[in-house]
């Protein structure tokens, strides 16, 4: 499992759990999202696939005012989950 938390600014929004997270990256070509390797990508889809999270420390004009996907371990996806299931 991969573990992100969504933030926005310094606000958590939520908290997802991903088997396999679907990599995404805008072409420049012709401005379309991408399913991309992970090594490539500027974003992930959202568990329930309706929005795009900007990667944590990647700068992406593309995303840029998307929400933020940061990468934590189980330990702390848990710990977020229960605060924000209260």
Do not use: W
């Not at 997270?21 to 329930?48: F, M, T, W």
Request: charged residues 30%; contains cysteine; proline residues 2%.
């Amino acid at each position: 499992m991969v573990y992100f938390k969504i933030m926005d600014g310094d606000q958590i929004t939520t908290v997802e759990a991903f088997e396999e997270p679907i990599y995404v990256h805008k072409q420049v070509d012709n401005e379309i999202v991408a399913i991309c390797p992970r090594r490539k990508a500027e974003g992930i889809l959202s568990l329930d696939r309706t929005q795009i999270y900007r990667l944590s420390g990647k700068e992406s004009d593309s995303f840029k005012d998307c929400l933020v996907a940061v990468s934590i371990y189980e330990a702390e996806y848990s710990t977020i989950k229960m605060e924000l299931d209260k």
